[in-house]
């Protein structure tokens, strides 16, 4: 018979993770990524009297971050692809497209360094 025996003491591991409160870290993490999405989509919103892009707020409830515009013509003008200003207008789905794996990536990171 040919085997192998493989032995790894946990217990650091344990009592690191113990010692931090990974929901809180996550959260924290997911809350600046509501916040990085809003001011991405600020910054490409497209702008006449600057009243969408002010309308844009981020509400963070625990593990659940919902963010949005709060003006009747938002949605109107994330589909808008012409007009009289011509061109794509979406600024929201880019932005939650784009700021999505960064957010993941940044939880991840996160999460590792509080393991150090």
């Not at 999405?37 to 702008?47: N, S």
Request: hydrophobic share 35%; net charge neutral; aromatic share 6%.
């Amino acid at each position: 018979m040919v085997s192998f025996t493989i032995k790894f003491d946990i217990s650091d591991a344990v009592n690191k993770l113990k010692s931090i409160d990974v929901v809180k870290v996550l959260q924290d993490e997911l809350g600046k990524g509501g916040d990085l999405i809003m001011t991405d989509a600020k910054a490409v919103v497209h702008v006449i009297s600057g009243d969408l892009k002010a309308s844009g707020k981020v509400n963070k409830h625990g593990s659940t971050v919902e963010g949005g515009f709060d003006k009747v013509y938002a949605q109107i003008e994330e589909d808008r692809v012409g007009g009289k200003y011509p061109g794509p207008h979406a600024y929201l789905e880019p932005s939650i497209d784009k700021n999505g794996p960064i957010i993941h990536k940044n939880m991840l990171d996160r999460l590792e360094r509080e393991l150090k």
